[in-house]
């Protein structure tokens, strides 16, 4: 007789998950490329590299998070 699967709950918030902060750690990495390749304010092109350098870390970080 087999034993019946039990569901492992998280005990992560619903809004910490991987599959939601992926999305937002993609979309500030695209945010920051096309701040690169803006023609139009040299301040936005300045923080281009951070911004997409704070969004590839993120992505590293929440990469480790549960499903």
Known sequence: ???PVLSK???WP???RRGLMENIATAVIAI???MLFQPFA???YTYSFITMLAGT???IIVSKFPE
């Open 1 to 3: 007789m087999t034993r």
């Open 9 to 11: 709950r998280s005990s």
């Open 14 to 16: 619903r809004w910490a």
């Open 32 to 34: 920051g490329f096309l």
């Open 42 to 44: 040299l301040s936005l």
């Open 57 to 59: 870390v993120m992505f």
